[in-house]
Nanobody, 116 residues
């Protein structure tokens, strides 16, 4: 059974930090490109950060460059999103995505709220 389980979301003040985790099971994690997406109320889902299967390449949305860092641990079947200098515009549900040539998997999402 394929599962992507996100965790680490919550309420944080502007300027704060959170670290999201996405634990994968039921498929060969190490051969999948992993991506974090987010969706704010009333907006379309958008790509936040992506990392290739071996971790050698990453890319980020312009809005999070320099503040967010994506990483993965293939031994733990987990991908992370370190989020620093959070701003209210980062408020959204954050989703983990796994994709390769054959399959696409999604997690259920974790809420991140940035507010004072």
């Amino acid at each position: 059974q394929v599962q992507l389980v996100e965790s680490g979301g919550g309420l944080v003040q502007p300027g704060g930090s959170l670290r999201l985790s996405c634990a994968a099971s039921g498929f060969t994690f190490s051969i999948y490109t992993m991506t974090w997406y987010r969706q704010a109320p009333g907006k379309e889902r958008e790509l936040v950060a992506r990392i290739t299967s071996g971790g050698g390449s990453t890319n980020y949305a312009d809005s999070v460059k320099g503040r967010f860092t994506i990483s993965r641990d293939n031994a733990k079947n987990t991908v992370y999103l370190q989020m620093n200098s959070l701003i209210p515009e980062d408020t959204a549900v954050y989703y983990c995505n796994a994709v390769n040539y054959y399959n696409v998997y999604w997690g259920q999402g974790t809420q991140v709220t940035v507010s004072s």
